[in-house]
């Protein structure tokens, strides 16, 4: 897939709007995990040796347009100031109608997104109003890219544009699992979310060998495969009696065919593995992803947290952080954010 590149522009005095995936988790005001805030840093500090003037955008949670005290970015803009080594941060500083927050003299915060109606609605007046504070736009949010949001794809509409460098390696990294892949291609999927994941079972069962379903999706499902020729290659798990796990039985059944795989993706745990007695599918199904010699391709909060809390996140091959995102972009082979780039 070709996305245009922001390498060869120049930058210099030009005001640059780069949308970010900055949705972070918070605790007493604070940022309790910075990989996000990470992996936008190279597109930064490549625009600030430009010499461009970056505007810096993202949400936090989802105060649906209205304005939430405990939302604010304002953890964020101290988060990315530390990173940057800035003194001189200061905070609710205004860029035309746009609260905001200054991390250094070139790179500015706008306020959570999220707290301007227009954002999630895509309003043309709001497209408009971000559009016209610069002079460049670079998505580098990957995990919101499958969002119809102003930020997402209404400024490319209105404004040179490109992807940035991580944007590029998340559509890099997931395209091995669905751009002639070595087979077999198995998918595990669990977790929650079933009216989001459910409906794309079918769609990864047309790509790959192999889909285990299990975790919360299969609890009080009535999730019914509708293409005949896809059954075979769906297997649902069957859950423990508190329903709190998926059994012995489908563990088995799982890692043999885990055990036979080139190539893997993982998203979602196989049942409740933060409580005592409830971690044995999730730990023995991430471990035998771990131990396969299959190119392992995993991503979502909360798998990326239980391979973290067993200690095999250091034996993937590729970890997005997207979730949603990421499962849209194997399902459809593309996002509305990345087609608004095209």
């Not at 119809?148 to 990294?173: D, M, N, T």
């Amino acid at each position: 897939m070709k996305l245009p590149s922001f390498t060869s522009f120049d930058f210099q005095e030009k005001r640059v709007l780069v949308r970010s995936d900055l949705d972070v988790p918070l605790r007493n005001g604070l940022v309790v995990d910075e990989t996000r805030l990470r992996e936008c840093l190279p597109t930064l500090k490549y625009l600030l040796d430009q010499k461009a003037k970056v505007i810096l955008m993202g949400h936090l949670g989802r105060p649906e347009g209205k304005v939430v005290e405990e939302l604010r970015m304002e953890p964020v803009a101290q988060s990315l100031s530390a990173k940057l080594k800035a003194s001189n941060s200061k905070l609710k500083i205004k860029i035309q109608n746009f609260e905001a927050y200054e991390i250094t003299e070139s790179l500015v915060l706008l306020e959570n997104l999220r707290f301007y109606p227009g954002e999630e609605n895509n309003e043309a007046i709001f497209v408009r109003e971000l559009a016209s504070l610069g002079d460049f736009y670079v998505n580098e949010a990957f995990a919101a890219s499958h969002r119809q949001h102003a930020s997402i794809v209404g400024l490319p509409k209105l404004l040179p544009h490109a992807a940035g460098f991580h944007f590029v390696q998340e559509v890099e990294g997931l395209s091995k699992a669905i751009e002639n892949p070595q087979r077999p291609l198995v998918f595990v999927i669990g977790g929650a979310k079933p009216e989001t994941k459910l409906p794309m079972v079918e769609e990864f069962a047309k790509k790959a060998d192999w889909v285990l379903v299990g975790g919360k999706l299969i609890q009080n499902s009535e999730f019914k495969v509708q293409n005949d020729n896809l059954k075979s290659k769906i297997i649902l798990a069957s859950l423990t009696s508190n329903g709190l796990d998926i059994n012995q039985d489908s563990i088995e059944k799982f890692k043999e065919i885990i055990k036979n795989a080139r190539t893997i993706v993982l998203n979602g745990t196989m049942g409740k593995y933060e409580e005592r007695g409830a971690e044995k599918g999730t730990q023995q199904i991430f471990e035998a992803v771990a131990n396969s010699s299959a190119f392992k391709i995993v991503g979502g909060g909360d798998t990326i947290a239980a391979l973290t809390h067993f200690n095999l996140i250091d034996k993937m091959d590729y970890v997005s952080t997207a979730g949603g995102a990421m499962l849209e972009f194997l399902a459809k082979g593309t996002l509305v954010g990345i087609e608004a780039l095209k």
